[in-house]
T-cell receptor, first 116, second 116 residues
């Protein structure tokens, strides 16, 4: 149990376009999901906390107008990278907080975004 | 959440036990110790967690010192597939259901390399 599906796993887009990444909790409901970004050889950096039915909470330094987060249901959160630039190329990972149980957070398999 | 300190890298021979240390000297009474690992280009994977007693599951054992200021993750028979970055994180867990709230903050972790 406690599976988080992230899609797509890999995407290449042109500079200036937008890319949407989906994060789904398959067998549990998640009122809270988290979005991380990871550059090569670095640790995961939290970008934002996504709350079902309300606005996301962004970490300091993360542009909310560039990284749009929507958490429309208890099983789906989306991250849209708008007007992507090469410096946005990174590994994006979502995580869902399973509201019950001792196992903490479940992570998606990540999305490798390359902006050319 | 309490800060953790881990060695940046460790090596282990295949088939031998891998012992990964973590210092969390400022841990408070309601904070649990969680271990995750991240295999290259994948999302983090939950391994084990504990409060003050030693814990064991099918993946690993967790030894927490009596003063709770440090812990050791033990992979009893390391395989090449255990090569990954291992993260030690302390988290507040509320209530009897084990629910975790709030964001999960990753440090730099320990790069474990298992060699033949």
């Amino acid at each position: 149990g406690a599976v988080v599906s992230q899609h797509p796993s890999r995407v290449i887009c042109k500079s200036g376009t937008s890319v949407k990444i989906e994060c789904r909790s398959l067998d549990f409901q998640a009122t809270t999901m988290f979005w991380y970004r990871q550059f090569p050889k670095q640790s995961l950096m939290l970008m934002a906390t996504s709350n079902e039915g309300s606005k996301a909470t962004y970490e300091q330094g993360v542009e909310k107008d560039k990284f749009l987060i929507n958490h429309a249901s208890l099983t789906l959160s989306t991250l849209t990278v708008t007007s992507a630039h090469p410096e946005d190329s990174s590994f994006y990972i979502c995580s869902a907080n399973r509201d019950r149980g001792w196992y903490g957070y479940t992570f998606g398999s990540g999305t490798r975004l390359t902006v050319v | 959440d309490a800060k953790t300190t881990q060695p940046p890298s460790m090596d282990c021979a295949e088939g031998r036990a891998a012992n990964l240390p973590c210092n969390h000297s400022t841990i408070s009474g309601n904070e649990y110790v969680y271990w995750y690992r991240q295999i290259h280009s994948q999302g983090p994977q939950y391994i084990i967690h504990g409060l003050k007693n030693n814990e064991t599951n099918e993946m690993a054992s967790l030894i927490i010192t009596e003063d709770r200021k440090s812990s050791t993750l033990i992979l009893p028979h390391a395989t090449l597939r255990d090569t990954a970055v291992y993260y030690c994180i302390v988290r507040v867990v509320q209530g009897t259901s084990g629910t975790s709230y709030g964001k999960l903050t990753f440090g730099q972790g320990t790069i474990l390399t298992v060699h033949p």
